[in-house]
């Protein structure tokens, strides 16, 4: 059984950093192409970047703040997040198991829980 779990929210004031990690668990096949979404209240579930192999991508409100990584031997995905912003405030997922490189939830099959990231100005 597949099982994605992300860790390293909480939060930060304005201009902060924060990493993300998710640990997946059961196939890692599903490692190979990865991603992250976030959602805030009131507002649908965005893209913020996706990984297949070493090619990313990021939604442009992210782009030269946030990186995402992943460490194979550990089957688990990282974003590092910089210069933080409070539009930044949302539930983050982890999603796994997408059949090409983009921010289109429906790709993805696998989804975590979500952890919770709030910044304040």
């Known amino acids: 059984q597949v099982q994605l779990v992300e860790s390293g929210g909480g939060s930060v004031q304005a201009g902060g950093s924060l990493r993300l990690s998710c640990a997946a668990f059961?196939?890692?096949?599903?490692?190979?192409?990865m991603g992250w979404f976030r959602q805030a209240p009131g507002k649908e579930r965005e893209g913020v970047a996706a990984?297949?192999?070493?090619?990313?991508t990021y939604a442009d409100s992210v782009k030269g703040r946030f990186t995402v990584s992943k460490d194979n031997a550990k089957n688990t995905l990282y974003l590092q997040m910089n210069s933080l912003k409070p539009e930044d405030t949302a539930m983050y997922y982890c999603a796994a198991e997408c059949g090409r490189l983009g921010l289109v939830a429906s790709w993805f099959r696998y989804w975590g829980q979500g952890t919770q990231v709030t910044v304040s100005s």
């Open positions: 990984i297949i192999d070493t090619s990313t």
């Open positions: 059961g196939y890692t096949h599903i490692t190979f192409c």
